[in-house]
């Protein structure tokens, strides 16, 4: 299944596994772990490299030639990252992240607004600095009405149109959802927005360098961007601004009046440099690497699923952005799978996996998830046996045989066993089977997100 990568980068990769230390996105062959979150990409780092060393003059100071130097730097940069979305650089305004950017779209349009319109839309699984910044405005007076998503993850768009009031100004829809990688229909959400002239703001830190955006065809009229999800450097990102017909937002920062006045403050031009750099690769390389992700996102999938049976893979199977994969294993408690998968998994639960994971790394981590899920499984039934259900005493726990065997095999006494689609309703455990602990994990809780 392997897609090969271009000569340069795989030269590249070679280079940094080499040298035995890991400067950049590749990952650690030493332990073949999948532990491998975004990475900056290496050729990244040497785009930032000689502005951190050689041209230190402020982008904004117009009197001397190094200023003009970063100057330069930085308009290409602003070129690259508008180029990714098919905007023009002029609307690009560079911030911290994505954070940042999601605050100034969302105060700032709200605020500029006010005196006509104190209403906005967003929807319940948005990122926290998107919820946040909503719960903050509703303390300034706004309201906010907060969508639910359907059992896919995804919005229902006649939900969207019908809470929409005389005096709404804003829907904020994030484009591929952080936890569960589902596509939001940013375009038919851009067409209802633009038919009733309410600005529309996506959170694109997931979708950009991931899949195609264009903000004129999709009607976007903010964009929210960060350096770090598409292996660029941390600490620094864009706000996609619409300029025909203009989008007016009131700055969150007093100061310098940098960036259009929009973002006061100096513009770290290494970062930028970077973050131009990785926008510039994740366009040239976003075929290439949504195939490969894909087949690794298959193939681990694939597996689990092969051997250990009630997973669940939660959101939409369609519409999605392949590279994250968020699966709910029942019968087991949470907070134990990832303690014992700390080898390979973050804290968060999450197993990173991106632009340098290797099968062997995909391989590593399945194997170990399987093994885990298993082991705390079987301890689970053993201590059940040891601990009879009062109210149930016929109650048969599963054996070994059950739980290696397909989920229809499942004891009714159980639990209402998941189904193993892939588009099943996530089952909440009732009070009931509490004795049987197996089934005492929530299935709408999750405990492994692969973040490819
Ligand atoms: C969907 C989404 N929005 C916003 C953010 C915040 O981005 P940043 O770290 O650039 O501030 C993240 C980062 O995890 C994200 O996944």
Known sequence: ?????????????????????????????????????????????DSMLPYLV?????????????????ESAMEKARQQVASIIEADPREIIFTSGATES????????????????????????????????????????????YLP????????????????QPDTSLVSVMTVNN????????????????????????????????????????????????????????????????????????????????????????????????????????????????????????????????????????GDPVDRYPGCINLSFAYVEGESLLMALKEVALSSGRFGIGRFTTEEEVDYTVEKCIHQVKRLREMRYNQDKRRPCPGKPSARAPTSADLASSSSSAPESWTETPSKNSDATPTPVGEDICSITFSELPLNQTIGSFIL
């Open 1 to 45: 299944m392997w897609v090969q990568r271009p000569a340069a980068l795989r030269a590249l990769r070679g280079l940094v596994v080499c040298q035995g230390r890991r400067l950049s996105g590749a990952a650690t062959q030493q332990h073949g772990s999948g532990k491998n979150k975004e990475k900056r990409d290496p050729r990244v780092l």
């Open 54 to 70: 050689h041209y230190y003059g402020n982008p904004h100071s117009r009197t001397h030639a190094y200023g003009w130097e970063s």
């Open 102 to 145: 999601n605050n100034i779209a969302i105060k700032g349009v709200a605020r500029f607004y006010k005196s006509r319109k104190k209403h906005i839309i967003t929807t319940q699984t948005e990122h926290k600095c998107v919820l946040d910044s909503c719960r903050a405005l509703e303390a300034e007076g706004f309201n906010v009405t």
């Open 149 to 164: 998503v359907k059992k896919n993850g995804i919005i229902d768009l006649k939900d969207l149109e019908n809470a929409i």
């Open 179 to 314: 936890e569960i990688g589902v596509k939001q229909p940013v375009s038919d959400i851009g067409q209802i927005c633009s038919s009733h002239k309410i600005y529309f703001h996506t959170d694109a830190a997931q979708a950009v360098g991931k899949i195609p955006l264009n903000v004129n065809d999709m009607k976007i009229d903010l964009m929210s961007i960060s350096g770090h999800k598409i292996y660029g450097p941390k600490g620094v990102g864009a706000i996609y601004i619409r300029r025909r017909p203009r989008v007016r937002v009131e700055p969150l920062q007093s100061g310098g009046g940098q960036e259009r006045g929009l973002r006061s403050g100096t513009v770290p031009t290494p970062l930028v440099v970077g973050f131009g750099a990785a926008c510039e690769l994740a366009q040239q390389e976003m075929t290439y690497d949504h195939k490969r992700i894909s087949l690794l996102a298959d193939r681990l999938v694939t597996k689990i699923m092969a051997e250990i049976p009630d997973v669940v893979m939660n």
